[in-house]
């Protein structure tokens, strides 16, 4: 398996192009299932986890082909209403085939998507958003049994947490049920927005996406549409810290500023030098920065995707530091990791609790889930010595040409390609 290799110590300046947003670009793609018409979808960012779901949308019936970093479909409309175990348990964002497929045929069979290293995660919220459609579930073999005797219908779906997934599966359902359907308590993440926008381009009637409270007036038909992905705020986040620890001067290009608020404030109060124009970033360390505690919350608050990252700028700042993870139960897998380069922290249950060190001195690490894998790329990038990063196939899901971007700002990093 491919390893990343930095050798540490260099302070990172230049231009990154932020690619499109995976997030965005996953629940759209699978929005494709709506219409038989061909759609042209641009700025799709090259991830391993695109590549699982052109490959989950070729073997259901919609023939997919993403050339560069523009994907396009074809005339299709024989589809299999199955997700099998072994697209689902690769990538949980499989689970978005439901809404398309239940609103088309009426019917899916879904593999259990089983945890993964972040937590449970379960899909409660989107069978209970089902079940209020109209729909009957039944779980036998390990699959989830799904079946609209009438069709869906419109509904109230109240969340009890505004979960982007269960947002995005009700979207992707409601805008071909038979009336209208209100989500209640409704994520506002940047992707729904994305998403929504994309499905009124294809004839949908959706309001008020970006407050908890979106209305769906089912239609009868919806139609091809062209679409560029907006900006990867997470990726964007990402290298922003970069900056900070490695005391560089980094302008992100192709980025949409306010989508990524939290972080760029929280940054500033910590004392980097952020300026933001319309499209670009700048993050340019000026001063020792100072340690701030940070929780994650739902958008607009500080992503839960980002606290990977932010946790090892606090490790290397002199003074305390606190992070509360409020949105998943289990997303700490990165402290182990950080306490091989040193890093002292101490966790105690959603909150871990960092004393600031000298230094961080090379070591090799292994990724548990694609964040954790951001946040060891940064450690090694700034710590003493050599640092081996193994397992780097989580980061392939999610970052786009990581280790060429930085090399290009001036790290001491490479990929091996181990058989
Ligand atoms: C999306 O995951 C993102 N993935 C995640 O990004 C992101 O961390 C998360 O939203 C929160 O912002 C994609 O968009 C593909 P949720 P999702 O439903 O939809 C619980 C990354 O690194 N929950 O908002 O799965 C769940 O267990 C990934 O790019 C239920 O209990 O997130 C979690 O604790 C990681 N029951 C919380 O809600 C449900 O039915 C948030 O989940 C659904 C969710």
Redesign the pocket.
């Known amino acids: 398996m491919d390893k990343i290799v930095i050798n540490g110590g260099r302070k990172l300046k230049g231009e990154v192009i932020v690619s499109g947003a ?2 965005s670009a ?1 629940p759209i793609l699978f929005a494709t299932l709506l219409t038989d018409e061909p759609v042209t979808i641009t700025n799709v960012p090259s991830l391993a986890d695109i590549d699982t779901t052109i490959t989950f949308l070729n073997f259901i019936g919609k023939k997919t082909i993403k050339k560069g970093n523009i994907v396009k479909t074809d005339y299709s409309n024989k589809y299999k209403p199955l997700a099998p175990y072994d697209l689902v348990r690769k990538m ?2 499989s689970i978005l085939i439901m809404g398309p497929l239940l609103a088309r045929l009426n019917k899916v069979d879904v593999s259990l998507p089983g945890g993964c290293t ?9 069978l209970d958003a089902f079940r209020k459609m109209g729909a009957k579930i039944s779980v036998e073999g390990g699959y989830i049994k799904t079946f609209a005797k009438d069709g869906l219908k419109g509904a109230v779906v109240n969340l009890k ?6 947002t995005e599966n009700v979207l992707l359902s409601a805008v071909l049920a038979n009336g209208k359907t209100t989500i209640v308590n409704a ?1 506002t ?1 940047p ?1 729904i927005e994305d998403l929504a926008n994309v499905l009124n381009k294809m004839g949908a009637k959706i309001t008020g996406t970006g407050t908890k409270k979106i209305v769906i007036e089912g239609v009868y038909k919806l139609y091809g549409f062209t679409h560029e992905v907006i900006p990867d705020r ?1 990726e964007a986040a990402t290298y922003m810290i970069a900056a900070a620890i490695t005391k560089g001067n980094i302008t992100l290009k192709k980025v949409v500023p306010k989508h990524l608020k939290a972080v760029s404030d929280k940054l500033k109060k910590c004392g980097l030098c952020v300026k933001e124009t319309e499209d670009t970033i700048s993050a340019k360390w000026i001063k020792n920065l100072k340690p701030h505690d940070m929780k994650t919350e ?1 958008y607009p608050g500080f ?3 980002v606290q990977a990252q932010w946790m090892v700028l606090m490790c290397l700042l002199n003074g305390n530091a606190r992070i509360e993870e409020n ?3 289990n997303r700490f897998m990165h402290v182990s990791e950080l306490q091989r380069f040193g890093a002292d922290i101490t966790i105690d249950g959603k909150v871990v609790n960092i004393k600031g060190v000298e230094k961080f001195s090379g070591a090799p690490v292994m990724v548990s889930d ?2 954790a894998g951001a946040a060891l790329i940064l450690a090694g990038l700034v710590a003493e010595g050599e640092t081996v990063v193994s397992r780097i196939y989580h980061l392939d899901r ?1 970052y786009d040409m990581i280790e060429k971007k930085f090399k290009k700002i001036g790290a001491d990093i490479r990929r091996i390609h181990n058989r």
Not at 161 to 166: A, E, K, Q, R
């Open positions: 995976k997030n996953l949980r964002a972040i937590g449970a995660r379960p899909i409660d919220m989107h947490f505004p979960s982007v997934g269960t994520a993440e992707e997470i739902v992503p839960t995707d949105i998943f139960e694609l964040r999610g």
